[in-house]
């Protein structure tokens, strides 16, 4: 089992950051694969960004390459998505997921644990 909380999210003007943490219980934590989506109001959720178990392999939706940075310090078993040139589009509930796998997944389905979500809201 493993549990995530997810704090850092508020509210920022466009074009500000925001750093986004989700730590993670269980003694394992380096053997799950971790993936942030987004949900916005009236909208399905959606990928983010994912990294592997050993924070060796990211990979990112495009509309955030180059301005979100996804890392994960295993000695503290947190994640960390780091966001920045925030745009008003990047409003949403934002949730950290695990998964025990090495395989690059995108879909929300395929993440076995979730965090209860926390918001990040930019202003114009």
């Known amino acids: 089992q493993v549990q995530l909380v997810e704090s850092g999210g508020g509210l920022v003007q466009a074009g500000g950051s925001l750093r986004l943490s989700c730590a993670a219980s269980g003694r394992t934590f380096s053997g799950y694969a971790l993936g942030w989506f987004r949900q916005a109001s009236g909208k399905e959720r959606e990928f983010v960004a994912r990294?592997?178990?050993?924070?060796?392999?990211?990979y990112y939706a495009e509309f955030v390459k180059g301005r979100f940075t996804i890392s994960r310090d295993n000695a503290k078993n947190t994640v960390y998505l780091q966001m920045s040139s925030l745009k008003p589009e990047d409003t949403a509930v934002y949730y950290c997921a695990a998964v025990q796998s090495s395989v690059i997944y995108i879909q929300a389905r395929r993440y076995n644990y979730w965090g209860q979500g926390i918001q990040v809201t930019v202003s114009t």
């Open positions: 990294i592997s178990g050993s924070g060796g392999s990211t």
